[in-house]
C-alpha cells in the first residue's frame, strides 16, 4: 500500500459534528493527508477516497472541529514548567516549603520564581510580604507572580539583586508598595515587574527542547489544534533576557510544536512584525502552519491585583481604582502603525473604564483610518456595558475572553468588585446575544489549557451571573468556527467541510446530549492535528 494511500482514512460510526450550520451532523468524514475531502454518507464517502484506505470506526464517540485556543504565551508556560509550581499552595507554610526546597536547586545568587500563586485560597486571603518569604530564603532571591502575572512579592535577597530600594523610581505603570512606616513590602504590579522578572536566564537548550515537547503534548491533550499565541519580541521585555530572546526560543523548538499557531507579537515598535512576517515564523501561505498577524497591547491590569482600569474603586479597596499601563495617545499612536500596515490589533483590556477607553480608540481608529476586515480584538474584555458591547457590534470588534478565568474567580469576584457590577463583568450571553463575535482562550499560564473545564464555565459560570450561560452550542462554536474566525483562518478551520485542515477531535461523550453539569466529566479521547494523531488516551 502506497504513501498516499495509508494517508486515506474515513472515520465513521459515532456522532459528528461539524460545526457548519449548513450541515451540522454528517455520519462520516474522509480524510486524505492534511485535508478532509469527503463528508456525508459513509457510502458517499467509502466511493470519494477510492479504492483503498483505514476504516476507523468511532464506537459511538463523538467528533468534532480540532480545539482553537485563541489567547495564550506559550513560551513563558515553558518558562512555568521549568520552576516551582505554587497553584496549590493553601498556607503560608506550605509556601515556605516550596520555596526551600526550590532554591536548593539554584546558586545562591541565582533568582528562583514560583508561579501560579493564588492568595485567595489561604483562609486569610492577602499576599504575603519580603519578611514572610525572608524567613524560608534568606539567602537566595526569591520572587512568587500571582497566577495572573499582575503582582508579585519579592523577598529582601531578590530586592538587593534587582537593585530596589526605598528610592527606586517607580516605573510609569508600574507599583512598588510600602507600609504605612515606609518600608517596601516587597510587592511589585504591572510595569514594575520587569525590575525583578528582568534578571531571569535563559535556560539551556536541552531543558527548552525537552519542556517544549512536554507542553505541546498538554495542548494535544486537551484537544487544541491549533494556538493563537503571544510571544515578545524586542530589546527589552520585563523577563529580561527570557523574554527579548522569546522570538528565537520560539524559532529553536518550532520541530517540537504539534500545533498550528497564528502568531500575536508584543512589541514596543509595531513595524518590527514586518521584519516577522517571512519564513520560518509565517510561511506565507492560507493554510500554513506558522503565521504572524497580530499586535498585541496592553491597556491595564487585572482584578487579582487591583489594577484593572476601574471607573469606581474596588469594593474591597476603596482606595483603589486601578489605572492604565500607558498613556491614550502613545497606544494609540502603535496601534495606527499596526492598522495602516494591515494588521490585526489584539488588546488586553479587563476594567469597565479600560473597556470603554479600548472601544473609544478603536472607533476613533476605524472612523480616522476606515479598513473592511479588519478584526481586531479585545482581550479577556472582562466587564462591558451594555454601550460597550453594542459599539463593539457597531465596530466589528472581536471580544477574546478566558472562560477559566471565572473558575478561578467566582468564589471571590463579587467580594472584589460588589454585586452590581458583577451583572456586567464575563458578560457572554450579551455578548452573543448582541452579535458580538465571541472567542475563547486560556491565557495559559494563567490558566490551564482544559478546553472542556472551559467550555463548562461557558455552560454554567458555576451560578456566576446565571443569565449569562451559553448553551452548549454556543459555547463549542467559540473554540471552533468563531475562534478560527478570529485569526482569519475560517476558510481552513474551525469546521468539518470540504477541503479544510484534517484537525480533528474525538471525545468519549456527546456534549450536545450532557446535562450541562456533566460536561465537566467529558474526556478528550483523540486529537489530530493535519491527519495525524498526535494525543490517544
Not at 74 to 95: A, T, W
Not at 323 to 330: A, H, N, R, S
Not at 346 to 365: E, F, P, Q, T
Request: hydrophobic share 35%; with cysteine.
Amino acid at each position: 500500500m502506497s504513501k498516499v494511500q495509508f494517508e486515506r482514512k474515513v472515520f465513521y460510526g459515532g456522532s459528528i459534528i461539524t460545526m457548519n450550520p449548513k450541515q451540522p451532523f454528517v455520519n462520516a468524514v474522509g480524510i486524505l493527508g492534511e485535508k478532509i475531502i469527503a463528508i456525508g454518507e459513509l457510502k458517499e464517502v467509502k466511493k470519494e477516497l477510492g479504492a483503498k484506505y483505514q476504516m476507523i470506526e468511532l464506537k459511538g464517540k463523538t467528533m468534532l472541529p480540532g480545539f482553537i485556543d485563541c489567547h495564550l504565551h506559550p513560551i513563558q508556560f515553558l518558562l512555568h514548567l521549568l520552576n516551582p509550581d505554587l497553584s496549590n499552595v493553601k498556607r503560608l507554610k506550605d509556601l515556605q516549603s516550596i520555596l526551600k526546597k526550590g532554591v536548593k536547586q539554584k546558586s545562591v545568587d541565582e533568582l528562583t520564581i514560583g508561579f501560579n500563586f493564588c492568595e485567595e485560597k489561604f483562609d486569610n486571603p492577602i499576599l504575603p510580604t519580603r519578611w514572610d518569604l525572608d524567613e524560608a530564603c534568606p539567602n537566595n532571591p526569591v520572587f512568587i507572580l500571582r497566577y495572573d502575572g499582575h503582582i508579585g512579592v519579592a523577598n529582601s535577597k531578590a530586592l538587593e539583586l534587582a537593585g530596589i530600594d526605598e528610592n527606586t523610581e517607580i516605573p510609569e505603570g508600574g507599583e512598588i508598595r510600602k507600609n504605612e512606616k515606609g518600608e517596601l513590602t516587597g510587592l511589585l504590579s504591572e510595569k514594575s515587574l520587569s525590575l525583578i522578572l528582568s534578571k531571569i536566564s535563559v535556560p539551556k537548550k536541552v531543558d527548552l527542547d525537552k519542556t517544549a515537547s512536554k507542553a505541546f503534548e498538554i495542548f494535544a491533550s486537551n484537544g487544541i489544534t491549533s494556538l493563537q499565541g503571544i510571544v515578545y519580541y524586542g530589546k527589552k521585555s520585563e523577563y529580561g533576557l527570557f523574554g527579548s530572546s522569546e522570538i528565537s526560543i520560539l524559532t529553536s523548538i518550532q520541530d517540537k510544536i504539534l500545533q498550528d499557531w497564528y502568531i500575536m507579537v508584543n512589541t514596543e515598535d509595531p513595524l518590527k512584525i514586518i521584519d516577522l512576517k517571512k519564513p520560518p515564523l509565517d510561511e506565507g501561505k492560507k493554510d500554513g502552519k506558522f503565521k504572524v498577524g497580530s499586535l498585541k497591547l496592553f491597556l491595564d491590569g487585572s482584578f487579582g491585583a487591583k489594577t484593572a482600569c476601574m471607573f469606581e474603586p474596588f469594593s474591597d479597596a476603596p482606595e483603589m481604582c486601578g489605572f492604565c499601563i500607558i498613556d491614550e495617545d502613545k497606544i494609540y499612536e502603535k496601534m495606527k502603525l499596526a492598522h495602516n500596515n494591515g494588521f490585526q490589533i489584539v488588546m488586553h483590556s479587563i476594567g469597565d473604564k479600560a473597556n470603554r477607553i479600548a472601544v473609544d480608540l478603536y472607533k476613533r481608529l476605524i472612523n480616522e483610518f476606515p479598513r473592511n476586515n479588519h478584526r481586531h480584538r479585545i482581550e479577556h474584555a472582562s466587564m462591558l456595558t451594555k454601550d460597550v458591547i453594542e459599539d463593539m457590534k457597531n465596530y466589528g470588534i472581536i471580544a477574546s475572553c478566558q472562560p477559566p478565568f471565572i473558575n478561578s474567580e467566582y468564589t471571590w469576584l463579587e467580594k472584589r468588585i460588589g454585586k452590581e457590577r458583577c451583572k456586567y463583568t464575563y458578560p457572554f450571553k450579551s455578548l452573543v446575544n448582541s452579535g458580538v463575535v465571541l472567542v475563547s482562550g486560556s491565557d495559559c499560564p494563567v490558566e490551564d489549557t482544559n478546553v472542556i473545564s472551559g467550555l463548562h464555565a461557558l455552560v454554567t459560570r458555576n451560578n456566576f451571573v446565571p443569565e449569562e450561560c451559553l448553551t452548549i452550542k454556543e459555547a463549542l462554536k467559540t473554540y471552533t468556527i468563531n475562534a478560527a474566525y478570529a485569526a482569519f483562518e475560517e476558510d481552513i478551520k474551525g469546521s468539518i467541510e470540504v477541503g479544510k485542515l484534517a484537525n480533528l477531535v474525538i471525545l468519549d461523550k456527546n456534549p450536545l446530549e450532557v446535562p450541562k453539569e456533566e460536561i465537566q466529566k467529558i474526556q478528550i479521547l483523540e486529537t489530530i492535528i493535519r491527519g495525524k494523531t498526535v494525543f490517544k488516551k
